[in-house]
């Protein structure tokens, strides 16, 4: 069974995988979907050639996602609807110490615990829909982009340790949750955009902090898309982007090739959105750090 590489198991009534099931050493891909899966099989943490696992359950709107780096290898799990609860952490702190990318939306679990510190590669954690996450005790030392779409037990004093400034600098982030805008955004305005100049050839610190927050009778997440623009030249910041009440990022403008529109003279900067199915200005604050 050493050359099988792509399994797909959908439909076929599986509740879970045995220990000898490790014995498909090759296997690359694999797939389980159907109405009785309801835990993640342990057997997949010995599988050091898995790249990709999806594994899912019919019935209603949980999802998560698992990816992490076991031996030299990077992998991809998705674990759907699987209600994972409390005791997730440090199950998986154990099964997945180099894990990268986390997707557990849609689960039961309250808190996000201290020990997801011990999560050292972590850079992005997404707990869409944890509609009973009410609490956030500890933040992973490298996290790069956090969402929290309709987290509705989540406060904004519950996020607060995720809207340090320490958290944001030096690594480029992406952060959609509750909360108002930090007090170390030293320029803010009301609009669709945020502008400020400079002089000279280099930025002033290589990396641009903008926070957008929605205004208070906007419920429904937005898909926006965000332009950074240089003496008049429009730069295109990735695609679509999904926020609701806040959202932080930080962006280092080395990575988008900015500096060949700059001019030697003063250069203005102007960050700005445009939201989809929305032609009015849906934000209530921006506010921008440099």
């Not at 599988?47 to 999806?54: D, E, F, G, I, R």
């Not at 969402?147 to 982030?173: I, M």
């Not at 509750?178 to 002089?199: E, H, N, V």
């Amino acid at each position: 069974m050493e050359n099988v590489k792509a399994l797909s198991l959908t439909d076929t009534g599986i509740e879970d995988l045995p220990r000898s099931f490790c014995n498909v050493s090759g296997l690359r891909h694999l797939e389980m979907t159907g109405d009785v899966i309801c835990k993640i099989p342990s057997v997949i943490t010995m599988m050091s050639q898995l790249y990709t696992c999806v594994i899912s359950r019919y019935g209603n709107r949980l999802m998560g996602k698992l990816t992490g780096v076991p031996s030299s290898n990077r992998i991809h799990h998705r674990f759907n609807n699987i209600n994972l609860s409390d005791d997730f952490f440090p199950i998986a702190v154990a099964w997945f110490a180099n894990v990268t990318s986390l997707n557990l939306s849609g689960n039961d679990f309250t808190v996000l615990p201290e020990c997801i510190q011990q999560f050292h590669l972590l850079r992005e954690l997404i707990v869409d829909r944890c509609k009973h996450l009410r609490e956030i005790s500890g933040i992973p030392p490298k996290l790069e982009c956090f969402s929290a779409l309709y987290c509705n037990s989540l406060s904004s004093r519950c996020t607060s340790v995720l809207l340090n400034q320490e958290v944001h600098e030096g690594k480029s982030t992406h952060f959609v949750m509750p909360g108002i805008i930090p007090r170390w955004f030293k320029q803010r305005c009301s609009g669709a955009s945020i502008s400020f100049w400079f002089r000279g050839l280099e930025f002033p610190h290589n990396a641009l902090c903008v926070a957008i927050l929605l205004k208070d009778y906007i419920s429904m997440p937005f898909d926006v898309i965000l332009t950074v623009a240089i003496s008049g030249n429009r730069v295109r910041i990735g695609e679509r982007i999904t926020m609701n009440q806040l959202f932080i990022f930080n962006l280092d403008l080395q990575d988008y090739h900015l500096s060949q529109t700059l001019e030697k003279g003063w250069n203005h900067i102007e960050v700005s959105y445009k939201a989809f199915y929305n032609s009015s200005i849906i934000a209530k604050e921006i506010g921008m750090q440099n």
